[in-house]
């Protein structure tokens, strides 16, 4: 079954950085869309980052370009998603999702599965 287990999570202050892993299993890799999400309390979750597994598409919200990185290791089977220049509003709960092709971040595109989430808290 698939598995996704993310880690990096903590607590930063504003402008500093931090990198973000999801360790997945149970499927093979290569040829899946992979994404970061994020929900801060009483917000609706926001698609963050997307990349396609088998190739170089990369896909990032307005709100994180420049500043997050998303990559992955297939050799290791992992996602990571470096963030730098962290702001107070980047303060959320970051879940990695997977699934099949097509890749992108907007509501069309469906991630059905998820990682149960690590805390990332930005301080000013």
């Known amino acids: 079954q698939v598995q996704l287990v993310e880690s990096g999570g903590g607590s930063v202050q504003a402008g500093g950085s931090l990198r973000l892993s999801c360790a997945t299993s149970?499927?093979?890799?290569?040829?899946?869309?992979m994404g970061w999400f994020r929900q801060a309390p009483g917000k609706e979750r926001e698609a963050v980052a997307a990349?396609?597994?088998?190739?170089?598409?990369?896909y990032y919200a307005d709100s994180v370009k420049g500043r997050f990185t998303i990559s992955q290791d297939n050799a290791k089977n992992t996602l990571y998603l470096q963030m730098n220049s962290l702001k107070p509003e980047d303060t959320a709960m970051y879940y990695c999702?997977?699934?099949?092709?097509?890749?992108?971040?907007?509501?069309?595109?469906?991630?059905?599965?998820w990682g149960q989430g690590t805390q990332v808290t930005v301080s000013s």
């Open positions: 149970g499927y093979t890799y290569t040829n899946y869309c």
């Open positions: 999702a997977a699934d099949l092709p097509p890749c992108g971040l907007g509501q069309r595109y469906e991630y059905n599965y």
């Open positions: 990349i396609y597994t088998g190739g170089s598409s990369t």
